[in-house]
């Protein structure tokens, strides 16, 4: 069975720091795409970043470009997402994904969702 399980959500104060990660179980991931996905209230869940298997490349939202890194160790099958300067509205539900597939711009086509963490921007 698949598991996406994300964790390192919290409270922060606008312009401080999170570091989410995600650990992948049940399958290899080997040749997968693996990325964020948020949630804020009322709102509909949009993309954040992805990261490919072999060379790393990263996709980002540009409302987190330059804010926020995102890394993988695929000997751990773990992926992080590293947010500096955090704002208010990053405040959402923060979603582990991963799938074969990107659409454009980089968006990761999930085959794969984890439960998600709650992040709370507070200003």
């Known amino acids: 069975q698949v598991q996406l399980v994300e964790s390192g959500g919290g409270l922060v104060q606008a312009g401080g720091s999170l570091r989410l990660s995600c650990a992948a179980s049940g399958r290899t991931f080997s040749g997968y795409y693996m990325g964020w996905f948020r949630q804020a209230p009322g709102k509909e869940r949009e993309f954040v970043s992805t990261i490919s298997w072999y060379i790393s490349n990263t996709y980002y939202a540009d409302s987190v470009k330059e804010r926020f890194t995102i890394s993988r160790d695929n000997a751990k099958n773990t992926v992080s997402l590293q947010m500096n300067s955090l704002k208010p509205e990053d405040t959402a539900v923060y979603y582990c994904?991963?799938?074969?597939?990107?659409?454009?711009?980089?968006?990761?086509?999930?085959?794969?969702w984890g439960r998600g963490t709650q992040v709370t921007v507070s200003s």
């Open positions: 994904a991963a799938g074969t597939a990107l659409g454009t711009g980089g968006v990761l086509v999930p085959a794969y």
